[in-house]
């Protein structure tokens, strides 16, 4: 899982750099601390120097403690180099150290192994890896036996740093269409300037929306209250929002106000729609059989007879023919056409 | 069969370019006869590959005419009308849909009807040009000459070598001719940006590449987003194979793109490095169509009007492909571009158009 690159792109740097814009810029150096001992040792020997040392260890962990006392009340002081002090007991520093080193490690893969799961997200990925590490100049001629704090340069940006890519730029270049360069402005953006500007607006519209429906659904509601199935108190009932077949119904009938065309109700078998059917225009034709022997006019006009009375006389085209009508089959003479003729000729 | 040697046909030898020589035969209405199709070798005359796109051709076209001699080392092909329609096609393991679909973008423009074809098999394959490449660097091209509106939707994505990926490419602008083109000064790169693709391998591949990848961008300072897509059940094929694209996108609409595909037992890391270095070699080259751009910018710009059209080059573009794609060009319309080093030190090219038109959009 660690990419050890070295990256070998100066050669084509003095071009890229004409033609690549730089949009992050690298952070200022951090400093910080590591230790440069080499982890290589074998925790064999790390053993055996234990077991050789025991004591001279006990001695100089109580000096190092003794420092440590020293330092907390009166702070360093100049040439007593911790460090020094940690060369001179090898075995119990280079336990510490391997430690360290290891939490160092643990923390580093742990950064990493975070950065893995959400990479694509962003730029946020440090290398440590691939960072540098440096010896100021005046430790470093003083040799290996005074090793100095180390200077860690980070040269990769931090991973607070880079832009994020948003989820509507990896829709956009991940759509099917070909990646475009600028978003397309949100309507999101415009309904909050709206909502800005007029938000009582808003809140009354609504109210006017809910009261309209109240009204027009009142009936439907009124029903539900009386349906006989629905006895007794349930959860439902007390709920605000009508529930079950009512809102089924309240929703139907929103759908026919927008106008499409009713859905007729429930399902039920063929059967059972016809005999429902026949029972309507039966009360039907009977009060309207009343109403007639009884000498009542009724508002609504016999729908059945007035389309009776729609039907146009249809043109038949031209009349072209001398004889006969001519229909789509053809020219279609009846026997009194003939007779005419006929009669005709024996006159 | 008889190959008539008419002297209305251009003769060309040789097995390369078979697809463009045949879209050029077709846009330019000249027939064509390719004789020494691989005849030196052991398996003489077209290849199946060769043979399904000219399955194709058919398809898209009315009236063509293809003849093939006895041993495939020769075929005759007399152009019709281009059409286009809705059908599927089916290609062969040999190729990748980019083969089939690189030039049906030439010509499905000029057609009758809108062109709407179901492409399946290998997705993305070594020798051509992968969906997301296409979708990523080729379509701005398009968009370039005024050709709007394409889609290319990856249903499924298949690898080498068993294939069953299914594209959907949809072409529904149809233009009377490609506008002129003049883009001469390279464009900076504002964004790198990139798919990173698997199928029936572990997720963690994708994002292995990804990683590699960036760590070779990230000198350039540039901001990188490398998305996944990670191939699930149904949609990921019937092979195992990983693979990543890489595109740079410019202010100007250009986009240089590279791509791999991870080979057996190559390592994820190393694939996401190579391609991303790729790319900055991609992008040293300069110009304004990168390489694999080319061919569509460079025949797009001879269809163009009768102007001038021009269009920047880096000199890394010329190789023999440019030179052999010259000499198509010569032979099928009769015109000489003119190469210029400007500057920079990079190349113009001016083109005079032919005064192309699309023969469903004339005006009779």
Redesign the interface.
């Known amino acids: 899982?660690r990419?050890r690159?070295n990256?070998k792109?100066n050669s084509?740097?003095a071009?890229?750099t004409g033609?690549?814009?730089?949009?992050?810029?690298?952070r200022p150096a951090i400093l910080g601390r590591k230790s440069r001992r080499p982890k290589a040792d074998d925790a064999s020997d790390n053993e055996r120097e234990n077991k050789g040392q025991e004591n001279q260890l006990d001695e100089m962990s109580y000096l190092e403690i003794m420092r440590r006392n020293f330092e907390t009340q009166f702070g360093q002081v100049e040439g007593v180099n911790p460090i020094v002090v940690e060369r001179s007991e090898p075995e119990k520093n280079k336990e510490d150290e391997n430690s360290d080193d290891n939490q160092l490690d643990k923390e580093f893969q742990d950064d990493i192994d975070a950065?893995?799961?959400d990479?694509?997200n962003n730029?946020s990925?440090i290398?440590l890896l691939?960072s540098d590490f440096e010896m100021p100049s005046e430790l470093e001629d003083s040799g290996d036996e005074s090793d100095g704090p180390l200077i860690v340069r980070f040269d990769?940006?931090d991973r607070s740093s880079?832009?994020v890519?948003s989820k509507a730029?990896?829709k956009l270049?991940?759509s099917?269409?070909?990646?475009l360069?600028e978003a397309v402005p949100l309507e999101c953006n415009r309904r909050s300037r709206n909502t800005k500007t007029a938000p009582d607006d808003e809140i009354n519209l609504e109210h006017d929306i809910a009261l309209q429906r109240l009204i027009k659904e009142s009936h439907i509601l009124a029903e539900h209250g009386n349906d006989p199935s629905s006895s007794g108190f349930s959860g439902v009932d007390l709920s605000l929002q009508p529930m079950g077949k009512t809102r089924l119904k309240i929703l139907e009938s929103r759908i026919e106000n927008l106008g499409a065309k009713s859905l007729k109700g429930d399902k039920m078998p063929m059967s059972v729609r016809k005999g429902i059917d026949a029972k309507n225009t039966d009360r039907r034709t009977k009060y309207e059989k009343h109403a007639k022997e009884a000498g009542i006019i009724l508002s609504k006009p016999d729908f059945k007879n007035q389309e009776k009375k729609k039907i146009v006389k249809r043109d038949r085209g031209l009349k072209i023919q001398s004889i006969g009508r001519s229909t789509r089959g053809g020219l279609v003479i009846s026997k009194e056409d003939i007779a005419k003729y006929t009669t005709k000729r024996r006159k | 069969m008889s190959l008539s040697s008419n002297k209305n046909i251009l003769v060309l030898t040789g097995h390369e370019d078979f697809r463009r020589r045949l879209v050029m035969s077709t846009l330019s209405g000249k027939a064509v006869k390719i004789t020494q199709i691989r005849s030196e070798d052991t398996e003489p005359g077209l290849r199946d590959y060769e043979v399904s796109f000219l399955r194709l051709m058919e398809s898209i076209t009315n009236g063509s005419v293809i003849e093939i001699s006895y041993t495939g080392t020769t075929i005759l092909y007399k152009p019709g009308l281009i059409v286009g329609g809705t059908f599927t096609h089916n290609c062969p393991l040999s190729r990748s849909v980019g083969y089939y679909i690189e030039p049906v973008l030439l010509m499905a423009p000029f057609g009758k009807k809108a062109t709407d074809i179901t492409f399946k098999g290998i997705t993305s394959g070594e020798k051509d040009l992968g969906v997301d490449i296409i979708?990523?660097s080729i379509?701005?091209v398009?968009?370039k000459f005024g050709i709007d509106?394409?889609?290319?939707?990856?249903v499924k994505r298949g690898s080498m070598p068993k294939g069953g990926g299914e594209v959907k490419l949809?072409l529904p602008h149809l233009v009377l001719q490609p506008q002129t083109l003049h883009a001469t000064k390279?464009p900076?790169?504002?964004k790198l940006?990139g798919?990173s693709y698997s199928t029936r391998v572990s997720p963690?591949t994708v994002?292995?590449m990804?990683?590699?990848a960036?760590?070779?961008l990230?000198?350039?300072?540039?901001?990188?987003?490398?998305?996944?897509?990670v191939a699930r059940g149904e949609d990921s094929g019937l092979s195992p194979g990983f693979g990543i694209a890489l595109?740079?996108?410019t202010?100007a609409?250009w986009?240089i793109s590279v791509e791999g595909i991870g080979a057996a037992g190559s390592v994820p890391?190393d694939l996401?490095?190579e391609i991303a270095?790729k790319l900055?070699?991609e992008?040293?080259v300069?110009g304004v169509l990168s390489r694999n751009q080319l061919e569509m910018g460079i025949i797009y710009m001879v269809l163009g009007k009768e102007d001038i059209g021009r269009v920047k080059i880096g000199k890394g573009s010329i190789d023999e492909r440019f030179v052999r794609l010259l000499r198509d060009i010569k032979a099928f319309w009769g015109i000489e571009l003119r190469i210029k080093e400007d500057d920079d030190g990079e190349l113009i090219v001016t083109v005079r158009g032919t005064g192309f038109v699309s023969a469903s959009k004339k005006i009779a």
Not at chain 1, 176 to 179: G, I, Q, W
């Open positions: 899982m990419p690159q990256i792109t084509k740097a071009k890229l033609r690549i814009s730089k949009i992050t810029t690298t950065d893995f799961s990479l694509e730029d990925d290398s691939d990769q940006d880079g832009p890519a730029d990896r270049f991940m099917n269409k070909a990646p360069l | 979708r990523t379509f701005p398009m968009q509106r394409q889609e290319l939707r990856i949809h390279t900076q790169i504002t940006r798919i963690a994002n292995r990804i990683e590699s960036r760590a070779v990230k000198p350039t300072g540039c901001e990188t987003f490398i998305y996944s897509d595109v740079a996108e202010k609409g986009n890391e996401g490095a270095r900055l070699e992008i040293s300069g």
